[in-house]
Structures are given as structure tokens and as C-alpha cells.
């Protein structure tokens, strides 16, 4: 009798193990060592502002038991981070934040890496972008502004000339799509950081700029920039004043205007390759966290992000699709390197 | 006397017994930044970016997060000077113009008065240029936005010329010298297309090649190979060790009233345009050259050759948060960091900010003179200390030395290759030494060299492809004639003699 109780006890006890197995087996991983946090771009950028705001919200609320440090790894548009993260196969303790350059860089320059690489674990936004002009100009459209555009389109020197972040990227290739689909034709210059092409256009050093919500914002409560249209297809939804009379929603999307171009940059988080689902997830719940917080939602809401998250598989469908799309572009705009 | 009132204000902010004590540990950590080369000020304040952002969400928080990482900044200004001085290893980019006069002092035994005249007119120059934000923000900011692609060339031009035919080599040397500088500025991506270029297929070669690391390797490798062969002898063993060498120094700085105010003058333009720290102090340097009755005796240790270089680079990195503040443009890498942070709590840096976030401003204003009053204190108390390393023998010193370059190599990309490349680079500052070849040129080209290349080629798109774009308004063309003249300026001097002499 008692060596019967002894075994149905052994037995349960073993099935109780059984069913908790998965679950703590599932819920399981965690870093065991501090996370390095990867921006393929230089510090005060837009993804570095990104990340280190992650990094302080996750620091904030506790929301990690090891540390987190931010490592900017900008060199080669990019290729220098993502490189990194493609040699490090296997290492659950490194994320890294990417934009465009994702898909521009290894077009463009020819480095080998590609987003099949890496592993996808959260969109965290997308960053919109705006067609501005100087506020002393007379074009109040998008359609004001194309027409003279295309009217001065004939002599190389009195073309627009548009400012934008960097060669071959987000903001040359909306540059080329516009061109492509109005038959304008601009001057691109290239400038090291947003910050200073919002400057340069309030400068009149040049006549437009496709500047995210963030860079430009400034300049136009002041009065000193005019947003023209929003390459998002649907208007940006924040409705509380930024100037006296207009908030990011009464910019009016630039499809409505007839320009049909839309652009929306990723702004997601990745690991490397050949982690373990769990590791991935692990991620996934902490950053779902920090998008829970009031500290994200106002930072959305500065920049005027658009909030789509997504992760798993739709979040990998959504990458394919976009790098295609990246592909198209700089294809015929002839940015892809031989 | 509106900005007066308002600064009052900001004094009342800034003297709070928190605020003051974090801007003593802000100006210490500084210090130690500045020390260390490779972890310069933007990678200090970034670190401590997230530390700041629960600070910054208690009311008048944001002001409390601005004086610490703003004070670590104040203190990787004066810290930079430190090993330039004592070791010919510039901590910051902004201090390679300090070793040229401030090491040959050490050497001479006079760390000491090389040390508080570095950090008495870092002083002098960020007290001229926050006296110049308080009371003629709105008029600077104005200036600034004259600035487009043109412009910025000019002003690079100006840097380059006011360096070549300074050096005692010939200026044959200083140019090839330059140009290879350019050659290695041009490695990596190229800024107008894209491309990458003179990489050979390395990855490591993405980046170009780190200022950072060229300099820890010419100036402080090369220099440990030359005293080695030069037989183990370290000359500051004569340093003085009492607070005496402060107060001596002190009674002396006053001769250079027109050095300290012209290189002010120069590092707050630099400042605001924005150019940076580091080719303010360039040029000032080359114009105190120039200008000086003592201008032959340059590079042999002369105080003046201090005073110049860092009352510019101060001023410059001082007026450089104008435009940050202003215009959302940085400055300098540690003020992009600093934007960062503004964006991150919540702020808005741009026209408005001096109307909507008045005290959150005035606070900052007010803690520029307090914070560089601090820096001045704790710097200066520490100089007996500091000029004591040099009397540690240099059989000790050097391989610690060594240690400390690696790991700052190592640190500005976490790449072992930038170590190796410091050792190449260690190689070639002694093989320029012995050749009498001139390391400073080299560097700044290093420095400024893509800055400028892209600069020109947005110019060139703007206009292009015609050169008058140079003279194409008054401003560019006073910068550019003024690069032309002081270019040509030796050959006008040698004429001038030639002809004297007949």
C-alpha cells in the first residue's frame, strides 16, 4: 500500500513536471548579460533619438532586469551596424534599430547584407515625411508648387533645388519618385542631417525639403516653413494644434492633391539570426511594454509618427513587400550599384 | 535691460543647491572625459542621455538634465587640454592646437603655467561667447541662416589657408603633408553619391579613417617613439608643485589681451556658423601666428600658443549651443547629442524655444557662467596634481600610456582594427617627425576634409558647376578673398623683403 501511495506519487509529481514544463520552458529566456542596442546611424539622428528613448523608457520602468546599452554603428550609411549584427549569428543580447538604410545601403554601395539576414521582432513606427517650402514662397499646394516646378524644369540652373538627409536615400528617393511621377525635374543636394536641411531651406539656400514631422516642426510653428502635403496615403491623425491655426491633421496627404507618391519609413527593431523563437519573444513582450507607456505615446505624438506596429509574420510580409518596393525605386532611378 | 532681468531669473534657477551639485559632478565627469582619448564629450553625454530622462519629467527637471550634461561638456572642453599638455595626446579634436606649444612648455618644465594658462583662457573665451548668447541671440541666430553650402566652403577654405605657410617646414611640405590628409578624409562613403570608394573591398575601411584614432596614434604613439629613442627621458621632472605656478601664470596672461580677444572673436564666429571647436582653434592659432611680434618663436613653447588655440575652441564650443537652441542645428558632435536630449524630454529647440521655455533657457545661459566658473575651480586646484604625473619616470608612465591610447582607439568604434590602425598611424607621426614633415596639417585635413569636400560639391550642385558661386554675395566673397590673401601672404612678405633687400 504504501509503496503503491509512494508511486502514484512519484507519477503525479512527474505529470505536474510534465505540464509545467512548457511554460516555464517557454517564458524562460532572459539576457544573462547586459543588451547592446545597435543604431546604424550617428548619435542626435532620428533613430538614435529612437533608441535612446527606448533605452531611457525601458530604464525608467524597470522593464529589463539586465542593462541596456546604446552602441551607434554609423559607418558606411549604415553597413557598419548591420554587418555587425549579421556576424553575430546566434547572439540573442543584440538588437538593433533600422531605417531606410536597411534597404538603401546594400543597394546602393553594394555591401552584402540584407534584411533576410537579420531576424524581425518588432515594428515599432513608421516616420512620415512632408514636402515643405519656404513660408515666404507663394506655393500654398503641392499642385502651386509642381507647376512652377515643372516650368522651370527646362534650364539645369533654375531648377527647385531639394535638400534632403543623405545620398541615395528616404529622402532622394522621394525626391525621384516625385520626379518620376510629374515629370519635374529637381536638384538634390545632399546634407548630413535633417536639422540642417530644415535650416537651409528657412535660409533659402534651397527651395524644398522633404523633412520628417520632427526636423521641421520647429521652423514651422515659427512660421518659417509651410508643409505642403504628407507622403502618408491617410492624413496623420493628431488633431491638437501645433501652430495657432493648424495641427498635423489638416496637412493635407499629398494622393489628395494629385500627387501620387506615398512614403513611410521603417522604424523596427531586428536581432540576428538564428536565435530561438522564445529569445524573440522575449523581446516582443518588452517592447510591447514600452509601447504601453505614457512616455512613447508623447513621444509619437512630438513627432507625429504613424503608430503602425507590427511583429511576427505580418511584420516580415510587410519588410518583403517594402523591400521590393525600395528595389523598384532605385532601379529606375538608377541608384543601384553595378 | 529685458535679457538682464531674464538672466537674473535663470541665476536663481541655476543656484539651486541641486543644481549646483550637479554641475560640480558634471564638470568633474567632464574632466575625466576630456582626459581619456576616444570617449569624447558626445560619447559621455550620450551615455548618460537616459539617466537624465526620468530627471528631466519632474518640474524643472528639464533644466536640472540640461546643467549636468551641459556641465560635462564645460568639462570635456577643459579636459582636453590636459593630456595635450602633459603627453602630446590631444583627449579632444579641439585640442591638437594645444599640443603645439603646450607640450615643447611642458617639456621646458613649465607644465604648470602651460596648464592654467590652457584652462584660464578656455575661460576667458566661454565667458565672451555667453556674454555675446545673452545679449545678441536674435541677431546671431539671423546671421547663421546666411549660411548655405557656399558659405561653409569659404569657411573652410579660410582654415586652410590661414594654416598654410604657418608651420616652420616649408610650405611645399605643409601641402603634401595636407593632401594626404585629404586623400584619407576622401576614404569611406562619398558624401554626393553614395558610393563607397578607396575602401579595396575592406569593410573596416567603411568609416575612413577616424580622426580620432590618426590622432591618438601620430601624436601620442608617435611621441613614445621618439622619447624612446631619445633614451627614456621624460623632461618634466623639473615641475613645480604648489599653487604659486597659478598665480604666476595669472600675472602674465594679461600681456595677451589682443590674442585672447582676437581668438574669442574667431571661436565665437566658428561657433555660430556653425563650423566647430576644432578648426575655430585651428585658425586662431594660425592667425596668432601670424599676428604675434613672438610669431617666429611659435611651436618652441610659448604661452601665447596656448592661449589662442583654447580661448577659440572654448568660445567656439560655447556659442556653438546658440544655433542648437536656436535653429535646431548642432554644432559640434557633442551638441547633437545634446539636441538629442532636447527632443527626447520633450522640448523643441527652434525659434520659439526662447519665448515657450523661458526658464528652461535662461536656467541653461545661467548655468554657462556658473558651470565654466566651476570648471575654472576644479581645474585649477588640480593643476599642482596633474603637473606631478610628469614626475612619475617614464618607464612607468609610457606603457600606461600605451594602455590608455589602445583602449581610446578601441573605443571610439569598438573595433580592434582602429587599434592596429593606431599603430600604423603611431609609425607614421615618428617617420613625419624625423622627416621634418609637419603633422598638423595632415590632421586637419583629416578633420575637415570631407566637411569641405562636401561643402564644395553642394555648392557645385547648386550653381551647377560655376566657381563664381564663390564670389556670388558679399559675404562669400569677403570669406573667400580673405582665404586668398592669407594664402598668399608669405609669398606677399617674401616679395616684399626681396624687394626691400634690393
Keep these: 500500500m504504501r509503496a503503491d501511495t509512494r508511486n502514484r506519487l512519484r507519477a503525479g509529481l512527474a505529470a505536474a513536471v510534465l505540464a509545467l514544463a512548457p511554460l516555464t520552458g517557454f517564458a524562460a529566456w532572459e539576457p544573462t548579460k547586459t543588451v547592446e542596442f545597435i543604431v546604424p546611424a550617428g548619435t542626435g539622428g532620428g533613430a538614435d533619438q529612437m533608441a535612446r528613448i527606448i533605452q531611457s523608457i525601458i530604464a525608467k520602468h524597470n522593464l529589463m532586469k539586465q542593462s541596456m546599452v546604446v552602441v551607434n554603428k ?12 549579421k556576424g553575430a549569428k546566434g547572439d540573442p543580447h543584440k538588437i538593433i534599430i533600422t531605417l531606410s538604410n536597411l534597404f538603401t545601403t546594400p543597394l546602393a554601395t553594394g555591401v552584402p547584407f540584407n534584411w533576410r539576414d537579420l531576424t524581425p521582432v518588432q515594428m515599432m513606427a513608421l516616420d512620415q515625411f512632408v514636402l515643405w517650402v519656404n513660408a515666404e514662397t507663394p506655393y500654398k499646394t503641392s499642385k502651386d508648387f509642381i507647376n512652377e516646378g515643372k516650368a522651370r524644369s527646362a534650364d539645369p540652373a533654375k531648377r527647385f533645388k531639394m535638400a534632403g538627409t543623405g545620398s541615395k536615400q528616404e529622402d532622394q528617393i522621394i525626391t525621384v519618385a516625385i520626379e518620376q511621377k510629374t515629370g519635374l525635374k529637381f536638384t538634390y543636394i545632399p546634407f548630413k542631417g535633417g536639422g540642417d536641411v530644415a535650416v537651409q531651406l528657412v535660409g533659402k539656400h534651397v527651395d524644398s525639403s522633404v523633412n520628417n514631422p520632427i526636423e521641421a ?7 518659417k516653413l509651410r508643409p505642403l502635403c504628407v507622403f502618408d496615403p491617410k492624413r496623420m491623425p493628431y488633431k491638437t494644434k501645433v501652430t495657432d491655426t493648424q495641427a498635423w491633421s489638416d496637412i493635407p496627404t499629398c494622393k489628395e492633391q494629385g500627387l501620387e507618391v506615398d512614403y513611410l519609413m521603417l522604424r523596427g527593431i531586428f536581432m540576428a539570426a538564428g536565435v530561438t523563437p522564445e529569445q524573440v519573444q522575449y523581446y516582443v513582450d518588452v517592447l510591447k511594454k514600452v509601447r504601453e507607456t505614457p512616455d512613447w ?3 509619437m505624438e512630438k513627432g507625429a509618427f504613424n503608430q503602425t506596429a507590427l511583429n511576427g509574420k505580418e511584420y516580415a510580409d510587410w519588410v518583403a513587400k517594402e523591400e521590393a518596393r525600395h528595389v523598384a525605386l532605385m532601379k529606375a532611378a538608377g541608384f543601384i550599384a553595378k | ?14 543656484l539651486s543647491l541641486k543644481n549646483v551639485v550637479l554641475m560640480f559632478a558634471g564638470v568633474i565627469l567632464g574632466v575625466i572625459i576630456g582626459v581619456l582619448p576616444g570617449l569624447g564629450g558626445a560619447n559621455g553625454v550620450a551615455i548618460l542621455l537616459p539617466l537624465t530622462f526620468s530627471m528631466a519629467q519632474s518640474p524643472g527637471g528639464t533644466t536640472s538634465a540640461i546643467i549636468l550634461l551641459s556641465s560635462i561638456y564645460w568639462g570635456a572642453l577643459f579636459g582636453g587640454a590636459i593630456t595635450s599638455i602633459l603627453f602630446n595626446i590631444p583627449g579632444e579634436p579641439w585640442s591638437v592646437a594645444t599640443t603645439f606649444d603646450g607640450y615643447p612648455l611642458a617639456q621646458n618644465g613649465r607644465a604648470g603655467a602651460a596648464l592654467t594658462a590652457a584652462f584660464t583662457s578656455s575661460f576667458v573665451g566661454a565667458l565672451v561667447a555667453v556674454i555675446m548668447i545673452t545679449f545678441l541671440s536674435p541677431v546671431v541666430a539671423k546671421f547663421a541662416l546666411e549660411f548655405g553650402p557656399p558659405e561653409f566652403f569659404a569657411v573652410y577654405l579660410l582654415t586652410f589657408c590661414a594654416f598654410v605657410g604657418m608651420s616652420k617646414e616649408s610650405p611645399f611640405k605643409t601641402i603634401a603633408s595636407m593632401m594626404l590628409g585629404f586623400a584619407m578624409a576622401a576614404v569611406g562613403t562619398d558624401p554626393v553619391t553614395g558610393a563607397l570608394r578607396l575602401t579595396f573591398g575592406h569593410m573596416e575601411l567603411l568609416n575612413g579613417f577616424d580622426f580620432l584614432v590618426a590622432v591618438i596614434g601620430l601624436f601620442g604613439i608617435g611621441e613614445i617613439l621618439l622619447t624612446l629613442e631619445e633614451g627614456l627621458e621624460f623632461r618634466g621632472t623639473k615641475a613645480k608643485l604648489n599653487l604659486r605656478v597659478v598665480l604666476d601664470t595669472w600675472k602674465e596672461l594679461p600681456r595677451y589681451w589682443l590674442t585672447s580677444l582676437r581668438s574669442a572673436a574667431v571661436g565665437c564666429f566658428m561657433g555660430i556658423v556653425p563650423g566647430g571647436a576644432t578648426p575655430a582653434s585651428f585658425m586662431s592659432y594660425g592667425v596668432a601666428r601670424r599676428f604675434s611680434k613672438d610669431g617666429e618663436k611659435f611651436g618652441t613653447g610659448m604661452v601665447e600658443g596656448v592661449v589662442a588655440p583654447e580661448t ?6 560655447t556659442s556653438a549651443l546658440l544655433p542648437m537652441l536656436t535653429l535646431g542645428v548642432p554644432g559640434s558632435p557633442t551638441a547633437a547629442v545634446l539636441l538629442g536630449g532636447l527632443l527626447i524630454w520633450g522640448l523643441q529647440p527652434g525659434p520659439l524655444l526662447f519665448v515657450e521655455q523661458k526658464d528652461f533657457v535662461w536656467g541653461l545661459i545661467a548655468s554657462m557662467y556658473l558651470g565654466n566658473i566651476a570648471g575654472l575651480i576644479v ?3 588640480c593643476v599642482p ?3 606631478a604625473i610628469l614626475r612619475i619616470p617614464f618607464a612607468i608612465v609610457a606603457p600606461v600610456i600605451m594602455v590608455i591610447c589602445a583602449i581610446g582607439a578601441f573605443t571610439v568604434h569598438n573595433a580592434i582594427f582602429d587599434v592596429w590602425m593606431m599603430i600604423v598611424f603611431g609609425i607614421m607621426g615618428y617617420v613625419f617627425k624625423k622627416l621634418n614633415y609637419p603633422l598638423a596639417p595632415l590632421v586637419l585635413a583629416i578633420v575637415l576634409g570631407d566637411r569641405a569636400e562636401a561643402s564644395f560639391r553642394q555648392a557645385m550642385l547648386v550653381s551647377q558647376g560655376d ?5 556670388s554675395t558679399p559675404l562669400v566673397g569677403v570669406l573667400t578673398g580673405l582665404a586668398m590673401f592669407l594664402l598668399l601672404w608669405p609669398v606677399v612678405g617674401a616679395l616684399r623683403t626681396r624687394l626691400k633687400g634690393r
Aim: charged content about 15%; proline content about 0%; glycine content about 16%.
Design chain 1, 74 to 85: 554609423g559607418g558606411g550609411a549604415g553597413a557598419e551596424g548591420f554587418l555587425d549584427v
Design chain 1, 217 to 223: 516642426v520647429a521652423q514651422w510653428r515659427a512660421g
Design chain 1, 297 to 299: 505615446k508623447d513621444f
Design chain 2, 1 to 14: 535691460m529685458e535679457e538682464f532681468q531674464s538672466l537674473m531669473q535663470g541665476f536663481v534657477i541655476a
Design chain 2, 312 to 317: 577659440a575652441a572654448h568660445a567656439a564650443g
Design chain 2, 379 to 381: 581645474v585649477l586646484t
Design chain 2, 385 to 387: 596634481l596633474f603637473a
Design chain 2, 467 to 471: 566657381m563664381s558661386i564663390f564670389f
